[in-house]
């Protein structure tokens, strides 16, 4: 990197255009570099401790691309044990904990490992180490493998892909853990050069070499990323630690030749956005959260639509702000960070019998009603006026011409403002309803392209009436006409992933001639129908009073599917759909996970109604939106069916059908009084009436004996 010109240190900002970059790298190309000296200076790199909850969601995460879910469901997995040569063997120490020491015995097993398999001086001490987290209870130890000469490979083939990945990074952890420290030697390296404008131009290399390994020989920590400058949109590796660059072997007085020389100008990043690794790690320092909560933290976040994962980004979603600036605005105290932690330190008090639970919860609801009571009597305009204020930048963005973000661009004089409809949710409405009806979704911005193309006329039909593009508050939409009176123009909704912005003409009047008419039914008669709706493209057949639906794969096909093509699909779907559950089709198999492990059965991936769920022994549980049904593995899908039978959901544990018929059957003649008396005083006859009990059903035979109980205590 340039440092000097002419033995004037270059500061930022000192090269001020592009021109002067351009001129500089001119006079460096093909010149001679010599270097000039050479600074050394050995540093170490010590180990780090073993997994905790958090670190190992955060390097999961990193390294594997886990979710704090996906990896605790893992982890619960290989903790209970896996078949290994006929026996069921827990692999790892239990993984709910925050503690980093590790037992003496496990710590002289690692460290026999590591001498047998890299040598003593991998591990010239035994290592202890303590816990830095807030709140840390360190009532467990940390996580590693109940026998570290269980080596990742010789277990390999008894694991699944997804248990061996983790199973290798918690191994590789607990033994790089009691490894050596590693040995560098950072090296800066100042390197002169004449220029060919006769100026002298003073560079500086630097970079590292490794000396010796150490615990990096077995394992090294992922890597989260850091605000950092950016060239033209690619990352920029000049800010990057010193130790991550490898120089080769150089000496005063070398000579050098350039491969490149480029001249780049560079912007700063903002900080990523959290990810699941991130915002784990942020949690455990500002003390909020345990190690139980962090995955069940993130998957609410994700289910409840409060934020969408993208590039494995947490990204918060409008519902999401929504939420948050009504409790910034009107509870504060509760969701600021030091709230958390300090409710946290009281309850470590609780359990450690130092403070009374009772006044805990006292003064809490003391103030939480307080609370309550100040906005209670507040008015919905209220309400909404402060979250308008705290949500302006995100939903009322500046337009960059002075003009007011809030005014609405359909009557002009009216202030926009958010609107809650309890059946829709949030969206952005005119203050001047009904006179003004302008309406749009609150995730669309004032200058985002569907608002800037509100109005925009695509044409004019043979009737002479204009096709316009809209917006509202269920998204944009296109229009024939104008309203006349008490009658609507007709319109269509622009079906998502359709750019409003790139619609023509042609396609909004294929939207407006919808729904549309297919052709009759060859053999059933009656029009069928092509149409969009909520779900999507579908057609359309009613006959005899019945209506059949039926799903189209695209919109293409919702204006080139023709009657054959039609009458197919119907036929198709009656027979996999019908009325009766006993006339539907198999559910399509999106993975196979073959058979239970302890159970046995299938346990099958499948594509429902309503989207993918796993099915074993009649037991459904729902695959989470935010996680794609073709990766799940068997041990997500386990813990899937467990929480689903846990809710009270499947039909697990119902008894089967015969079961029932044994009780009721001694129960069956006590269908009055007088059987019943006859029963007791006479064997043969009880006997005797155990013959009915087996031709009728015997699910009558329950109630008609419960009846009849009643019936002889009343008369008693």
């Given at each position: 990197?340039?440092?000097?010109?002419?033995?004037?240190?270059?500061?930022?900002?000192?090269?001020?255009?592009?021109?002067?970059?351009?001129?500089?790298?001119?006079?460096?190309?093909?010149?001679?570099?010599?270097?000039?000296?050479?600074?050394?200076?050995?540093?170490?790199?010590?180990?780090?401790?073993?997994?905790?909850?958090?670190?190992?969601?955060?390097?999961?995460?990193?390294?594997?691309?886990?979710?704090?879910?996906?990896?605790?469901?893992?982890?619960?997995?290989?903790?209970?044990?896996?078949?290994?040569?006929?026996?069921?063997?827990?692999?790892?120490?239990?993984?709910?904990?925050?503690?980093?020491?590790?037992?003496?015995?496990?710590?002289?097993?690692?460290?026999?490992?590591?001498?047998?398999?890299?040598?003593?001086?991998?591990?010239?001490?035994?290592?202890?180490?303590?816990?830095?987290?807030?709140?840390?209870?360190?009532?467990?130890?940390?996580?590693?493998?109940?026998?570290?000469?269980?080596?990742?490979?010789?277990?390999?083939?008894?694991?699944?892909?997804?248990?061996?990945?983790?199973?290798?990074?918690?191994?590789?952890?607990?033994?790089?853990?009691?490894?050596?420290?590693?040995?560098?030697?950072?090296?800066a390296a100042e390197i002169e050069a004449k220029g060919s404008d006769g100026k002298n131009y003073g560079l500086r290399a630097n970079g590292s070499v490794m000396m010796f390994d150490g615990f990096l020989r077995v394992?090294?920590?992922?890597?989260?990323?850091?605000?950092?400058?950016?060239?033209?949109?690619?990352?920029?590796?000049?800010?990057?630690?010193?130790?991550?660059?490898?120089?080769?072997?150089?000496?005063?007085?070398?000579?050098?030749?350039?491969?490149?020389?480029?001249?780049?100008?560079?912007f700063t990043q903002p900080p990523p956005r959290f990810s699941e690794a991130t915002l784990v790690k942020r949690m455990e320092e500002l003390g909020i959260g345990r190690p139980s909560t962090y995955a069940s933290t993130?998957?609410?976040?994700?289910?409840?639509?409060?934020?969408?994962?993208?590039?494995?980004?947490?990204?918060?979603?409008?519902?999401?702000?929504?939420?948050?600036?009504?409790?910034?605005?009107?509870?504060?105290?509760?969701?600021?960070?030091?709230?958390?932690?300090?409710?946290?330190?009281?309850?470590?008090?609780?359990?450690?019998?130092?403070?009374?639970?009772?006044?805990?919860?006292?003064?809490?609801?003391?103030?939480?009603?307080?609370?309550?009571?100040?906005?209670?009597?507040?008015?919905?305009?209220?309400?909404?006026?402060?979250?308008?204020?705290?949500?302006?930048?995100?939903?009322?963005?500046?337009?960059?011409?002075?003009?007011?973000?809030?005014?609405?661009?359909?009557?002009?004089?009216?202030?926009?403002?958010?609107?809650?409809?309890?059946?829709?949710?949030?969206?952005?409405?005119?203050?001047?309803?009904?006179?003004?009806?302008?309406?749009?979704?609150?995730?669309?911005?004032?200058?985002?392209?569907?608002?800037?193309?509100?109005?925009?006329?695509?044409?004019?039909?043979?009737?002479?009436?204009?096709?316009?593009?809209?917006?509202?508050?269920?998204?944009?939409?296109?229009?024939?006409?104008?309203?006349?009176?008490?009658?609507?123009?007709?319109?269509?909704?622009?079906?998502?992933?359709?750019?409003?912005?790139?619609?023509?003409?042609?396609?909004?009047?294929?939207?407006?001639?919808?729904?549309?008419?297919?052709?009759?039914?060859?053999?059933?008669?009656?029009?069928?129908?092509?149409?969009?709706?909520?779900?999507?493209?579908?057609?359309?057949?009613?006959?005899?009073?019945?209506?059949?639906?039926?799903?189209?794969?695209?919109?293409?096909?919702?204006?080139?599917?023709?009657?054959?093509?039609?009458?197919?699909?119907?036929?198709?779907?009656?027979?996999?759909?019908?009325?009766?559950?006993?006339?539907?089709?198999?559910?399509?198999?999106?993975?196979?996970?073959?058979?239970?492990?302890?159970?046995?059965?299938?346990?099958?991936?499948?594509?429902?109604?309503?989207?993918?769920?796993?099915?074993?022994?009649?037991?459904?549980?729902?695959?989470?939106?935010?996680?794609?049904?073709?990766?799940?593995?068997?041990?997500?899908?386990?813990?899937?069916?467990?929480?689903?039978?846990?809710?009270?959901?499947?039909?697990?544990?119902?008894?089967?059908?015969?079961?029932?018929?044994?009780?009721?059957?001694?129960?069956?003649?006590?269908?009055?009084?007088?059987?019943?008396?006859?029963?007791?005083?006479?064997?043969?006859?009880?006997?005797?009436?155990?013959?009915?009990?087996?031709?009728?059903?015997?699910?009558?035979?329950?109630?008609?004996?419960?009846?009849?109980?009643?019936?002889?205590?009343?008369?008693?």
């Amino acid at each position: 990197r340039l440092v000097s010109i002419d033995g004037a240190v270059l500061k930022k900002l000192d090269i001020k255009d592009e021109a002067t970059a351009t001129a500089i790298r001119k006079a460096l190309i093909g010149r001679d570099f010599r270097v000039a000296s050479i600074e050394k200076k050995a540093t170490k790199r010590n180990p780090y401790p073993p997994f905790t909850t958090s670190t190992l969601q955060m390097d999961a995460s990193r390294k594997l691309g886990f979710s704090a879910k996906q990896t605790m469901q893992i982890a619960q997995r290989l903790y209970e044990g896996v078949d290994i040569g006929g026996e069921t063997v827990g692999l790892i120490t239990y993984m709910r904990t925050d503690g980093v020491q590790i037992v003496p015995e496990a710590v002289s097993q690692i460290r026999d490992v590591i001498s047998a398999e890299y040598g003593k001086n991998y591990t010239p001490f035994a290592r202890e180490y303590k816990t830095k987290a807030k709140n840390a209870q360190e009532a467990h130890e940390a996580i590693r493998p109940t026998d570290p000469r269980r080596k990742p490979d010789q277990v390999r083939k008894h694991l699944e892909k997804d248990q061996a990945a983790l199973y290798d990074l918690i191994w590789k952890r607990a033994i790089a853990s009691q490894m050596a420290a590693a040995d560098i030697e950072q090296t800066a390296a100042e390197i002169e050069a004449k220029g060919s404008d006769g100026k002298n131009y003073g560079l500086r290399a630097n970079g590292s070499v490794m000396m010796f390994d150490g615990f990096l020989r077995v394992y090294e920590e992922g890597r989260d990323d850091r605000v950092r400058t950016i060239e033209k949109g690619k990352d920029d590796t000049s800010d990057e630690d010193d130790d991550n660059r490898r120089l080769p072997a150089l000496a005063v007085g070398d000579h050098l030749k350039d491969k490149e020389v480029s001249a780049d100008q560079h912007f700063t990043q903002p900080p990523p956005r959290f990810s699941e690794a991130t915002l784990v790690k942020r949690m455990e320092e500002l003390g909020i959260g345990r190690p139980s909560t962090y995955a069940s933290t993130m998957a609410v976040l994700v289910d409840r639509d409060y934020v969408r994962i993208e590039k494995k980004r947490l990204v918060p979603e409008d519902k999401g702000r929504l939420v948050i600036a009504f409790l910034e605005s009107f509870f504060r105290r509760y969701v600021e960070y030091d709230f958390t932690a300090d409710l946290e330190e009281k309850l470590d008090l609780i359990s450690n019998d130092e403070l009374a639970y009772k006044e805990v919860l006292r003064d809490f609801w003391r103030d939480f009603m307080a609370a309550v009571g100040e906005i209670k009597d507040l008015r919905v305009g209220d309400v909404l006026e402060a979250l308008n204020e705290m949500l302006g930048p995100h939903v009322f963005p500046d337009k960059g011409d002075g003009s007011d973000p809030r005014l609405c661009p359909k009557c002009g004089n009216g202030r926009l403002s958010l609107k809650i409809s309890g059946k829709y949710g949030a969206f952005i409405g005119c203050g001047n309803y009904p006179d003004c009806n302008y309406t749009r979704q609150l995730t669309q911005t004032a200058d985002g392209d569907a608002a800037a193309l509100d109005g925009k006329i695509l044409g004019y039909d043979d009737n002479g009436l204009a096709v316009t593009l809209r917006t509202g508050r269920f998204g944009p939409y296109v229009q024939l006409g104008e309203a006349e009176g008490d009658e609507k123009p007709k319109r269509s909704s622009i079906p998502k992933g359709v750019d409003a912005a790139t619609l023509d003409f042609d396609k909004a009047m294929q939207l407006l001639s919808l729904p549309r008419d297919v052709g009759s039914h060859p053999d059933e008669g009656g029009m069928i129908t092509a149409g969009l709706g909520r779900f999507g493209p579908f057609i359309l057949h009613e006959h005899d009073g019945a209506k059949t639906y039926v799903n189209l794969e695209s919109l293409e096909d919702l204006f080139t599917i023709g009657l054959n093509r039609a009458v197919t699909l119907i036929a198709e779907k009656r027979a996999g759909g019908g009325k009766s559950r006993f006339q539907r089709g198999a559910p399509k198999v999106v993975k196979d996970l073959g058979a239970h492990p302890s159970e046995g059965g299938p346990v099958q991936v499948l594509e429902g109604r309503y989207g993918p769920y796993v099915s074993h022994n009649k037991v459904n549980a729902t695959v989470p939106r935010a996680k794609d049904p073709t990766s799940l593995t068997m041990d997500e899908a386990l813990a899937l069916l467990a929480e689903r039978i846990a809710n009270g959901g499947g039909k697990k544990g119902k008894p089967a059908r015969g079961a029932k018929a044994k009780p009721a059957k001694s129960e069956k003649p006590s269908k009055s009084d007088k059987p019943a008396k006859a029963a007791k005083s006479d064997a043969p006859k009880s006997s005797a009436a155990k013959a009915p009990a087996a031709k009728a059903p015997a699910k009558k035979s329950a109630p008609a004996s419960a009846g009849s109980k009643k019936l002889a205590k009343a008369k008693a």
